[in-house]
């Protein structure tokens, strides 16, 4: 009796629960469609975001409840926070330059913003922000996050050679030590961890996004993206993720996300956003990759203190792209600033 008690008063309370949650039909499970769109998951479990399959398993595990998986949450996704009011901000002062408005019109220019300034009130925005584009040197960071994730799986030694190939990828843009770190991982482990369900960096139901497929080197072989055959291909709504993982130690792991900001902090090539926010931020702390190749110019930096907390990234095909970037960085750093 006690038993059937138990059981009908959880049917009810899961009920007057689901009741309040808001429904959104877009989402899929596995990019599969559920039951006709008619019965989906909550927003905030749903596995197209951070949340991934994992937690929604461990939402059905017996004698866990909702309350505990909640709290296991405690980062709410990136996608969830977009924030119309910044976009409209953004899109404002971003068209406002002609040349700007043109460039994004046509898709030939992205940018994604991250305000991370209020941990409870994060906010998201982004102009084509699902639109992949070339993105040179910029995707070494999915070689950074793929050579971690082996380093766990015990498939990569952390050797001296390794660590300081990685520094070099990251600090210096290095293409023959991101090549041998490529090498070491392989185009099939990379492309697995970017197509994690617990990260999806690279996700064909949201535009793609960081893809390696080539060697940053004259030969070898070449595995381009399946959607638009990108050899380094990226989105910015990919990369604030990827950042936005990475500032609440969630890329890979607590303490590999700790590692790869060592490799990000403090930039050693001064151009693009850092040449600005060496000007308007000289005391924040600045973790960065970019990269050039003919007229694609990609740029990626979070900011933090004094009174900065965001992710700002911009991926511009125009061979003034370099000027853009300049340009570009310090109209969002007066945007997100405190």
Not at 256 to 277: A, C, G, I, W
Request: positive net charge; aromatic residues 8%.
């Amino acid at each position: 009796m006690f038993k059937r008690s138990f059981f009908f008063l959880l049917s009810v309370l899961t009920i007057l629960f689901m009741s309040t949650v808001r429904y959104d039909g877009d989402h899929t499970i596995n990019q599969q469609l559920t039951e006709a769109g008619v019965v989906t998951l909550p927003t905030f479990l749903s596995p197209a975001e951070e949340s991934s399959s994992v937690l929604i398993d461990s939402f059905f595990k017996e004698g866990v409840s909702l309350a505990d998986v909640v709290k296991e949450k405690a980062v709410p996704a990136l996608r969830g926070r977009t924030d119309e009011e910044l976009k409209s901000e953004l899109k404002r002062k971003l068209e406002a330059n002609p040349t700007w408005r043109k460039l994004i019109r046509e898709k030939r220019m992205s940018v994604g913003i991250v305000d991370m300034s209020d941990d409870s009130n994060v906010k998201y925005a982004a102009l084509n922000g699902r639109h992949m584009m070339y993105a040179a040197s910029l995707p070494k960071i999915a070689v950074l996050a793929a050579a971690h994730d082996a380093i766990e799986r015990g498939e990569l030694k952390e050797t001296a050679e390794v660590k300081r190939d990685m520094l070099l990828m990251i600090a210096k843009s290095n293409n023959a030590a991101t090549t041998r770190m490529i090498d070491r991982v392989g185009f099939a482990h990379i492309e697995r961890t970017m197509t994690d369900p617990s990260l999806k960096l690279y996700d064909p139901a949201f535009g793609g996004g960081l893809w390696v497929g080539k060697r940053y080197a004259a030969g070898g072989k070449r595995s381009p993206d399946p959607m638009k055959g990108i050899s380094h291909a990226a989105t910015t709504e990919q990369i604030c993720r990827y950042f936005y993982l990475l500032a609440n130690n969630q890329l890979v792991s607590e303490e590999s996300s700790e590692k790869m900001r060592r490799y990000l902090v403090d930039p050693q090539l001064h151009h693009k956003f850092v040449n600005t926010l060496d000007r308007v931020a000289p005391d924040a702390k600045v973790y960065r990759k970019s990269g050039s190749w003919s007229s694609f110019h990609a740029d990626v930096a979070m900011v933090q203190g004094p009174g900065r907390n965001y992710i700002m990234t911009a991926l511009v095909d125009d061979p003034a792209g370099e000027q853009i970037c300049r340009e570009l960085a310090a109209v969002l750093d007066g945007m997100l600033k405190q």
